[in-house]
């Protein structure tokens, strides 16, 4: 087990464009969660999927952000017609009913031009 | 919902160093995890500690839940510790961490 993946490392967009980030969970974890943290500040929970059920969204998530975990397994973040202050580092876990915690990816970094 | 304060916000310290970062929390937490941000973003978990003592080599950690703190320490500083530490707590009934606002440790060599 390699930990949690996330693609891409890097991601720069125009603005208006969609973008569309991946996140693989440690394969045993049935809980995963989305974080955007901007610079300066600590992470920001944004959702949060236990197996395929979304069970809980920020009001951070505006109507432009969906995340999807289809299968109970990898996740998908989509923004639509990106703005400058989508820029950010956007950051998944997963965690096994507390057990251990949380564990982090290394997160995909947005930049809107 | 629940506050998480950190102190120090800044840390500068020289290579060899002792440091003590502290957390506190406004609530009763079911988890409570330290995290170093590494330059590159990547956020290690340090410990996973609602309550107790635990040590990982030159780092330790304590958390007081009663009294509603935890400590970090870090002995013999490296500059491999140079970062943003973060605590996040889980209170009860809430699936989601809250993060600190974190203590930014510089080590110099």
Redo the contacts between chains.
Sequence with gaps: DTGVSQDPRHKITKRGQNVTFRCDPISEHN?L?WYR?TLG?????LT?FQNEAQ??K?RLLSDRFSAERPKGSFSTLEIQRTEQGDSA?Y?C?SSDE?V?????G??T?LTVV | GIQVEQSPPDLILQEGANSTLRCNFSDSVNNLQWFHQNPWGQLINLFYIPSGTKQNGRLSATTVATERYSLLYISSSQTTDSGVYFCAVLNFGNEKLTFGTGTRLTIIP
């Design positions: 809980r969660y943290q500040q600590g992470p920001e929970f949060y069970l809980e920020s580092m950051l876990a507390m251990a915690g949380y564990t982090f290394s997160g970094r």
